[in-house]
């Protein structure tokens, strides 16, 4: 049987000092995955036509959708059984979500490759080579966002990282090397981000022990499925609906401004990435840190110092984006995407709408309360449709910027919401496992 590291049998005792290092650590990891990413979300917008980068950005918007049930049935639930109920056989357990996670992907990967042969076959083939490139890669992609989650549940963010740093020397060394060469495109982008994901997750595999193999027959945890399926139904209903305003925009503007629209609002996005990816950083460790306070006074304390760090953090970033926004898109683009600068202010009121909606989402989901979390993203989901419709034809991609805001804060202040009747009403009780 494989062995697992000895933290694997508990996690660390949530100290100041602990909290400290493992959120420097974090960040650090973040930073570094986030920040390859970035720079290579910024090289494709500099160096692509705006048609072929909205076909880049259109098809990791189907690809994100279709990741929502690895996230919500897979990477998600670890975090919170992980270090609760199966932190006493940690590895076992680790060995049978590798497992599933290769079956999933098969699945999510054959659909990619569909999805793109019919864009190719009714005439959209920038879109078709992207999504047929990306499904080829999804299997990889997904399986690095998958062995950085159980660094976390081990107390050890310090693997993460150091994946992190591997992963983003890669991206950033090969999208030079491509781009050099003539090579850099959509598809190009993608194969490059599929090996650059499978050379740091073979290597977080083998630092942390984890296995492909069955486990024994009759293994108790050869399959979690039920365990992850009754925590997992609702949060992938909801993250399936917090797809709808994040990335709805991405699918509508190319109707009304062509795929150019699509690379522009993508341009746009790409500089709330640094703040999504700090309060990215943050969630692994909140989640766990909220389940093992539940029922006891800590828990709201730990929420409530989570959302004024993540309120600041936005705020601070709204202030600079709105201050320094335009001048950095010109140094960034080449200038391809200036006529779009001023909209970057409204834009960048959503660092302070995620930040809200991270804490609160993150506060339900250690209650395990993820249908309140489905519920409140519907009312999100509704919101950026409606605002969609109403706007984009309107005013374009300004009118994406002022959606994405108000379904964003919608979402915030219905979770957040959710959270103060529980409260008001004394229902955060523990009963077992579950909370009510």
């Known amino acids: 049987m494989t062995t697992a590291p000895p933290a694997a049998t508990g996690t660390p005792r949530m100290t100041l000092q602990v909290w400290v290092s493992q959120g420097i650590w974090a960040v650090v990891d973040q930073g570094l995955f986030a920040s390859s990413n970035f720079i290579l979300n910024v090289l494709l917008a500099r160096w692509l036509a705006p048609d072929e980068y909205g076909a880049f950005t259109i098809a990791f918007s189907i690809f994100l959708l279709l990741a929502t049930s690895h996230s919500s049935l897979v990477q998600e639930p670890m975090l919170v059984f992980g270090p609760g109920r199966f932190s006493d056989r940690f590895a076992r357990y680790l060995d049978s979500i590798v497992l599933e996670h290769w079956r999933l992907t098969a699945l999510l990967g054959t659909l990619l490759v569909l999805v793109g042969v019919g864009a190719w076959v009714v005439g959209k083939k920038p879109v078709g080579e992207a999504t047929v490139a990306l499904g080829l890669a999804c299997p990889f992609i997904l399986l690095q966002w998958l062995m950085r989650r159980p660094c976390y549940v081990l107390g050890k963010p310090q693997l993460a990282a150091l994946a992190g740093g591997g992963y983003a020397v890669l991206v950033i060394l090969g999208a030079y090397s491509l781009a050099s060469w003539g090579l850099l495109s959509a598809p190009s982008a993608f194969g490059l981000m599929g090996l650059a994901s499978a050379a740091a997750a073979l290597w977080l595999a083998s630092r942390l ?17 039920r365990e992850h399926w009754e925590y997992g139904r609702w949060g992938l209903a909801a993250a399936a609906m917090n797809w709808v305003p994040a990335n709805v925009y991405f699918v509508l503007l190319p109707i009304w401004g062509g795929l150019a629209a699509a690379g522009a609002f993508r341009a746009l996005c790409n500089f709330l990435l640094p703040i999504v990816n700090l309060y990215a950083a943050f969630g692994p460790l909140l989640l766990p840190a909220l389940v093992r306070a539940r029922g006891a006074p800590a828990f709201r304390g730990r929420a409530q110092k989570a959302a004024i760090g993540f ?3 936005g705020v601070l970033s709204w202030a600079l984006l709105a201050l320094f926004g335009q001048q950095l898109m010109a140094w960034l683009y080449a200038g391809k995407y200036d006529a779009f600068g001023p909209d970057l202010a409204w ?18 989901r250690a209650l395990e309360r993820p249908n309140l979390v489905f519920w409140s993203n519907t009312g999100s989901g509704v919101v950026a449709l409606t605002l969609a419709v109403l706007l984009v034809p309107r005013l374009g991609v300004l009118g994406a910027c002022l959606g994405l805001v108000a379904s964003s804060m919608t979402a915030g202040v219905l979770m ?21």
């Open 347 to 364: 834009l960048g009121a959503a660092s302070v709408t995620f930040g809200l909606a991270a804490v609160a989402e993150g506060a339900l």
């Open 416 to 436: 957040s919401r959710q959270l103060w009747i529980r409260r008001a009403n004394a229902a955060w009780r523990q009963d077992g496992s579950r909370w009510r």
């Open 311 to 313: 309120l600041g953090g």
């Open 209 to 225: 022990g984890v296995r492909v193999a069955p486990a024994a027959k009759g293994d108790p945890l050869m399959a979690p499925r």
